[in-house]
C-alpha cells in the first residue's frame, strides 16, 4: 500500500515570496506522483503530475516539483507566489498500472499581501 | 469540451434516509472514481468504475454503493444515512484506466442531519 505524508497543514507566506509545500510518499513499488489544488466551494484541478523521464515537472502558472526517489519525495514550489494562489494543496500518489490515488491530508498555502 | 459535472451541489438529508449522487464524466471518458472527503479524514477513495464495472473499492461500509451506464455516467448511493456520512463527494473521470490523470467535478456537499 501506498502512504503520502504532507507535513504543514497550513503555509504563510508573503506575495511574491518563494514557496514550498513538501510532499512525502511511501511505497514499495513504482509510483506516479500528482498535485492537485483546491480552490473553494470547487473539486480539485490537477497542477502537475510526474509519470517517468525528467524528474523535475512544471505547471503553466509556474509551479515545478521534483521526484526525488531516493529521499522519497515529491516537494512544490514556487519562486513568487500570488494572492490569487491562496488554495489547498494535495500530493497524491498511485502505483503504476493503477490509477486509484492515494492522496496526503493537504496544505493550505496562505498568501497575503 | 465540458468538464465532470456532479449533480445536486448540495443536499441536506436527514439521518436513517437514503441519497443518491450523479455524476457525469468528460466525453470520451471511460473511468470514473469516486471519492470522500471530510475535514478529518481527508479524500478518501470509495470507489472506481471501468465500461460498467466495478474496478475497485475502498474500505467503505456495504451502505455506499455504485453504479456505471452503458453511457459512462455514474451514481452512488448511500443507504441508511449516519451524520458522519456528511462530506464533500467528489466524482473524477479519465480516459483510461491506467495512471491517466483524474478530472475532477466540483463535487456534492450532503449535510446529514
Known amino acids: 500500500a501506498q502512504s503520502v505524508t504532507q507535513l504543514d497543514s497550513q503555509v504563510p507566506v508573503f506575495e511574491e515570496a518563494p514557496v514550498e509545500l513538501r510532499c512525502n510518499y511511501s511505497s514499495s513499488v513504482s509510483v506516479y506522483l500528482f498535485w492537485y489544488v483546491q480552490y473553494p466551494n470547487q473539486g480539485l484541478q490537477l497542477l502537475l503530475k510526474y509519470l517517468s523521464g525528467s524528474t523535475l515537472v512544471k505547471s503553466i502558472n509556474g509551479f515545478e516539483a521534483e521526484f526525488n526517489k531516493s529521499q522519497t519525495s515529491f516537494h512544490l514550489r514556487k519562486p513568487s507566489v500570488h494572492i490569487s494562489d491562496t488554495a489547498e494543496y494535495f500530493c497524491?500518489?498511485?502505483?503504476?498500472?493503477?490509477?486509484?490515488?492515494?492522496f496526503g491530508k493537504g496544505t493550505m498555502l496562505l498568501v497575503s499581501p | 469540451k465540458a468538464g465532470v459535472t456532479q449533480t445536486p451541489r448540495y443536499l441536506i438529508k436527514t439521518r436513517g434516509q437514503q441519497v443518491t449522487l450523479s455524476c457525469s464524466p468528460i466525453s470520451g471518458h471511460r473511468s470514473v472514481s469516486w471519492y470522500q472527503q471530510t475535514p478529518g479524514q481527508g479524500l478518501q477513495f470509495l470507489f472506481e468504475?471501468?465500461?460498467?464495472?466495478?474496478?475497485n473499492k475502498g474500505n467503505f461500509p456495504g451502505r455506499f454503493s455504485g453504479r456505471q451506464f452503458s453511457n459512462s455516467r455514474s451514481e452512488m448511493n448511500v443507504s441508511t444515512l449516519e451524520l458522519g456520512d456528511s462530506a464533500l463527494y467528489l466524482c473524477a473521470s479519465s480516459l483510461v484506466v491506467d495512471n491517466s490523470p483524474l478530472h475532477f467535478g466540483n463535487g456534492t456537499r450532503l449535510t446529514v442531519t
Open positions: 468504475y471501468f465500461s460498467e464495472t466495478q474496478r
Open positions: 497524491a500518489v498511485t502505483r503504476s498500472g493503477y490509477s486509484t490515488l492515494t
